[in-house]
C-alpha cells in the first residue's frame, strides 16, 4: 500500500493485490472529524480473454447504432490475468452522496442505492462521488464498476484493476471539492463563442442545400442562431461510418462552410468509430487498425488515432468544419440496444461487459470514449491551432471538459418523467465534474416503436399539441444549459415546424432563443470562469448553498452561474404545472421575468407556457446584449445591479475562437453605498447601467468605459418609470 499527499487536500492511495485483506482502515480526517475511512479490500484473479482478429464468420446487421459488423465469437483465447476488486468505506451517515457520472432514472442521491458504471448510450459513467459533507472520492480506473450504497457507507466493486488507485479530496464545502478536482482531471477548454449560442439539429438533414437552405431561413425570420449539425449519413449509401461525403448531396464542402460562415454560423459533422464499408473501412483493415472481431477502429492506438484523424481531415475538417460530432463512442452496446424489453440492470451491464472486454483490455473498457476524444483533440490542435476543438460526445471520461467535449445525455424518450429525470442528471453530471453537458430537446425519440428504448408518448410530433408544450418546456431547461441544442427524430426541430408566426408556440420558442442571446455575456463570462476555477456553471444547491440545510438534498433546480436559479416546469398544464414551487435560500433573490423582489423561503410561481422559474440573486451584476442574432453580434450593452447585497462579477469576452486570451473587467456593487465600480483594464465598451431594488424601483444611467476605472452611484441615477424588462417582451397569445 502507498499513500501519497499529492497537494490541494488530495490524498491518493494506491494498492495491489498482494495488500488484500486490508490490515486495518485507512481513516481520512481533518482538524474536525473523520470524514471517510476505507474499511475493506478485497482482491481476487480475474482470467482476460481476447479475441482472434479472424474470429469466425462475419455478418452486416443493421441497428440503432447503424450497419454494423458481427462476428461470431469463436476464437477466442486466454490473454492474461487481472484482478477483480472491491472497496468498501464508511461516512458519516445522513450525507447526500452524488455524482457518478449521468444516467437514466434521475436517482441523484446515492445513499443505501445502487449504480452500474459501464458506457452505454443515456449513461455517462464517471466513478466520482460528491458528498455533501464537503469531500469527493475519485475511483483511478477505466474498468466496469458497481457502486453500491450501504447504512454508513458503501462500495465500489471493480471488474479489472491490476494496481488500484483512488483519489480523495477534502474541501471547505462542494464547490471547493469540484474546483480541487479539476486539478486532477484538468481545468475545462473554453468552447469557441458560437458553441453557447443556439445549435440547430435534427434527424437529418440530407444534403448542402438543407442545411444552407435551413440557415438561410433562420435568418430571414430573424431567429438566432450559431450552428447547424449533419446527423449521420454524410457517406455514400452502404458505407455507414465512412468519412467521405456523398458526391451528390456535398458535392464541395469548401463552398458549404463558406456559405455557412457567410451567415455566421458554424457546420457540425457527425462521426462514426464503426466504419462498415468504403475508402476508410479499407484503410483501416489495411493498417490493422481495427478493435479485434469488429469494425471499430482501435482508439487506444496511436496509429489507428493518427489514421482516423487523417481520414477527418481529408474532406470535412480540412473543408473547414467546425465541430465534430462523435457519436456513438460506446461502440460495444448492441447486445443490449435491442429487444422490446429493457433488461434487468445486471443484465444489461453483463451483456455490454462481455462483448467489450474480448476485444479491449477489460482495465479500460469504460475508457474508449475518453481515448477517442483525446486523439481527436491533440490532432486537432496540432494541425488547426485557430479554431478550439469543439466535439460532441455522449460518452467521455471526467476530464472530458478539458478536452473541448461536450456530453450529451444520449436518445432519451419525449415524455414528461424523462424531462423530469433529465433536469436531475444534468445536475449530477456537473457533481461529477463535467462542465459542458447537454441533451436532444424534446427527447430524441418522439414516437413509440417495437424496441424497448424507442418509448415517446408522441406519434404524432410537432402535430400534436401536448407534444408541443413538452418541448417549450424542453426548450426552457436547454436555454439554462451551457450548451443549448434541440435533436431528435421522428418529428421536425425547426421553430417555425410548431407553428407560424401567428402561433403561441412559435412566438415563445423566439423569444427564449432571443433570451438565450440577451444573457450571452454572462453566460460566455460564466464558462470563462468556469474554465479559471473548475467551477463547473450548472451547480446543485447542495454546491450553490452548502450552509442551507433544506435545499441540500433537492434536485430538481440549480444555480447557473453565480447569478440565475432555475428550476424547470416538469408538469404539464393539465397536472399542476400552471404553478411551480421554489425554493430560495435567504439571500434576496428577483424574479427575471417580473423584477419582484423574495427575501427567500418557498415561493408558488406562476408558470403559464411563456414562463418558467428563473430567479437573480441579490447582489448580482447582470450583463445583457441587445438584438443579437448570433454570439459574434452578443456583445454586452448592458448592466443590471441588482440591489439589496453586495456582489462581484468579471466580465470577459475574447476573439471568440483561437486561443482564449481575452480580456477581464472586475465589477463591484457595494449595497451600504450603492456604488458600482467598473475597475481598469477592461476591454472599452458602451455601457447602459440599470440599478433595481427590492422596492421596485430602477435607476439608470449611460456611461462610455475606456478601460479606465469608473465608478457609479446609484443615488445619483436617473429614476425610471413603468416596467423595465430584462428579457425580451413576452407573447399576449392565450395557450
Not at 161 to 174: E, N
Not at 455 to 476: A, C, H, I, K, M
Not at 577 to 596: I, R, S
Request: proline share 7%.
Amino acid at each position: 500500500m502507498e499513500q501519497k499527499e499529492i497537494g490541494n487536500g488530495i490524498t491518493r492511495i494506491l494498492l495491489s493485490p498482494e495488500d488484500a485483506p486490508l490490515a486495518a482502515p485507512i481513516v481520512f480526517s481533518d482538524s474536525r472529524s473523520a470524514f471517510l475511512s476505507l474499511t475493506a479490500f478485497e482482491s481476487e484473479p480475474r482470467p482476460v480473454y481476447r479475441l482472434r482478429k479472424d474470429a469466425g464468420a462475419s455478418e452486416i446487421r443493421q441497428t440503432a447504432n447503424g450497419e454494423v459488423i458481427s462476428f461470431s465469437e469463436g476464437g477466442k483465447y486466454f490473454l492474461y490475468t487481472s484482478h477483480r476488486a472491491r472497496l468498501s468505506f464508511s461516512c458519516p451517515d445522513g450525507q447526500v452522496l452524488t455524482g457518478l457520472g449521468q444516467h437514466e432514472d434521475g436517482l441523484f442521491n446515492y445513499d443505501r442505492q445502487k449504480e452500474f458504471l459501464y458506457q452505454h448510450n443515456m449513461k455517462i459513467s464517471i466513478p466520482f462521488l460528491l458528498g455533501s459533507g464537503g469531500w469527493g472520492l475519485l475511483i483511478e480506473a477505466g474498468c466496469a464498476m458497481e457502486f453500491h450504497g450501504e447504512a454508513g457507507g458503501f462500495t465500489f466493486v471493480l471488474d479489472a484493476a491490476r494496481i488500484v488507485s483512488f483519489a480523495v479530496i477534502r474541501g471547505r464545502d462542494c464547490a471547493d471539492v469540484l474546483q480541487r478536482l479539476s486539478s486532477l482531471s484538468g481545468k475545462p477548454s473554453l468552447l469557441p463563442k458560437w458553441a453557447y449560442g443556439y445549435i440547430q439539429s435534427r434527424e437529418r438533414y440530407h444534403s448542402a442545400k438543407e442545411l444552407t437552405d435551413t440557415v438561410q431561413e433562420f435568418r430571414r425570420r430573424k431567429l438566432g442562431l450559431d450552428c447547424i449539425v449533419l446527423d449521420w449519413m454524410s457517406w455514400k449509401d452502404g458505407c455507414w461510418g465512412d468519412k467521405t461525403p456523398d458526391p451528390q448531396r456535398f458535392p464541395n464542402v469548401t463552398a458549404l462552410t463558406e456559405t455557412l460562415h457567410q451567415q455566421n454560423v458554424r457546420l457540425m459533422v457527425s462521426v462514426w468509430p464503426n466504419i462498415s464499408a468504403g475508402r476508410d473501412r479499407d484503410e483501416m483493415e489495411a493498417a490493422n487498425a481495427f478493435l479485434p472481431a469488429s469494425q471499430i477502429y482501435d482508439a487506444f492506438s496511436p496509429a489507428a488515432r493518427d489514421l482516423y484523424w487523417q481520414q477527418c481531415m481529408r474532406f470535412w475538417m480540412g473543408g473547414g468544419t467546425d465541430a465534430l460530432w462523435c457519436d456513438s463512442c460506446e461502440p460495444m452496446t448492441d447486445p443490449d440496444w435491442c429487444g422490446s424489453e429493457k433488461r434487468p440492470p445486471e443484465e444489461r451491464m453483463r451483456l455490454v461487459t462481455e462483448a467489450s472486454c474480448v476485444r479491449m483490455d477489460p482495465e479500460v473498457m469504460n475508457n474508449y470514449g475518453a481515448e477517442h476524444l483525446r486523439g481527436l483533440r491533440d490532432h486537432w490542435l496540432r494541425d488547426i491551432p485557430d479554431k478550439r476543438p469543439v466535439l460532441l460526445s455522449r460518452s467521455g471520461g471526467i476530464d472530458s471538459s478539458s478536452l473541448g467535449a461536450i456530453l450529451w445525455s444520449g436518445d432519451v424518450s419525449a415524455r414528461w418523467d424523462v424531462l423530469q429525470k433529465q433536469v436531475t442528471e444534468g445536475i449530477k453530471a456537473a457533481c461529477s465534474g463535467l462542465a459542458w453537458w447537454t441533451l436532444d430537446i424534446g427527447g430524441f425519440f418522439v414516437g413509440r416503436r417495437e424496441p424497448w428504448f424507442w418509448r415517446g408518448d408522441y406519434p404524432r410530433g410537432v402535430e400534436d399539441p401536448t407534444y408541443r408544450e413538452l418541448y417549450l418546456r424542453w426548450f426552457q431547461f436547454g436555454c439554462m444549459l451551457p450548451v443549448f441544442r434541440s435533436h431528435g427524430t421522428d418529428t421536425p426541430r425547426e421553430p417555425w415546424a410548431f407553428g407560424d408566426e401567428a402561433t403561441p408556440e412559435y412566438g415563445m420558442l423566439r423569444r427564449l432563443i432571443s433570451l438565450r442571446y440577451r444573457l450571452f455575456p454572462y453566460i460566455y463570462s460564466s464558462a470563462a470562469e468556469t474554465c479559471r476555477t473548475g467551477l463547473p456553471m450548472v451547480r446543485a444547491m447542495m454546491v450553490a448553498f452548502p450552509e442551507n440545510a433544506e435545499t441540500v438534498p433537492l434536485c430538481d433546480q440549480y444555480l447557473f452561474g453565480d447569478a440565475l436559479l432555475v428550476k424547470p416546469v416538469t408538469r404539464p398544464l393539465a397536472e399542476g404545472g400552471e404553478t411551480t414551487d421554489v425554493a430560495l435560500p435567504a439571500c434576496g433573490w428577483y424574479n427575471l421575468f417580473t423584477l419582484e423582489y423574495a427575501p427567500g423561503g418557498t415561493v408558488s410561481v406562476p408558470t403559464p407556457p411563456d414562463r418558467f422559474p428563473v430567479f437573480v440573486r441579490a447582489g448580482s451584476l447582470l450583463p445583457l446584449s441587445s438584438d443579437a442574432l448570433c454570439a459574434a453580434d452578443a456583445a454586452v450593452r448592458e448592466l443590471c445591479v441588482f440591489c439589496g447585497a453586495d456582489g462581484a462579477f468579471t466580465l470577459y469576452d475574447d476573439a471568440g475562437d483561437g486561443p482564449a486570451e481575452g480580456s477581464r473587467t472586475s465589477l463591484r456593487y457595494t449595497e451600504d453605498t450603492g456604488e458600482l465600480i467598473l475597475e481598469a483594464g477592461g476591454a472599452p465598451v458602451p455601457l447602459t447601467v440599470r440599478f433595481i431594488t427590492p422596492d421596485g424601483s430602477v435607476r439608470q444611467t449611460s456611461v462610455n468605459y475606456d478601460g479606465k476605472e469608473i465608478r457609479i452611484r446609484r443615488d445619483v441615477c436617473s429614476p425610471v418609470a413603468g416596467f423595465i424588462s430584462i428579457i425580451p417582451e413576452e407573447t399576449d397569445h392565450e395557450w
